[in-house]
């Protein structure tokens, strides 16, 4: 995997947050097991709860285009006016969002300041005992 690559796809996906209430802009980008890579954005909404996170952009378009194998995502965000950006990480909403189409130990969440300054982690050390498909499976006794 090309965490560069996936870093700067993250932050051109954040040239186009739409955040006229928060003026805090996040870029994704989702890579799939199979190279391909989803970007997105955070939208904002005036009735504020509509809101979704640059993560489940990437995510809902991804799904939507029948994509169900992700291997990572890489984060970027930060306050408009920030000079210098910090790791942005996901909400718990996300989170949960990546748990039921990712493997926890497995799938890498990058979160990157720029392409040189990231910080790797699984979906599993964010999310420990997270609730997913699993869960729901019928058990023999
Ligand atoms: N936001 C994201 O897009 N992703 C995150 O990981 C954290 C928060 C957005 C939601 C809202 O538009 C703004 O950042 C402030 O919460």
């Not at 408009?80 to 990546?98: I, N, T």
């Not at 890498?108 to 990231?118: C, F, P, T």
Request: proline share 4%.
């Amino acid at each position: 995997m090309d965490i560069k690559k996936l870093a700067q796809e993250s932050i051109a996906a954040k040239e186009f947050a739409y955040t006229p209430y928060s003026h805090f802009r996040v870029g994704a980008a989702l890579l799939t097991k199979d190279g391909r890579i989803y970007r997105g954005c955070n939208i904002e909404n005036a009735a504020y709860t509509p809101t979704n996170c640059a993560e489940r952009t990437a995510f809902f378009k991804a799904v939507s285009e029948g994509e169900h194998n992700f291997a990572a995502i890489a984060i970027v965000g930060g306050a408009e006016d920030a000079g210098q950006l910090d790791y942005c990480a996901p909400c718990g909403v996300c989170r949960q969002v990546m748990m039921e189409f990712c493997q926890p130990e497995t799938f890498q969440i990058i979160l990157a300041v720029d392409e040189e300054n990231y910080k790797v982690c699984s979906l599993w050390e964010l999310f420990p005992f997270g609730f997913g498909p699993d869960n729901l499976q019928e058990r023999d006794e």
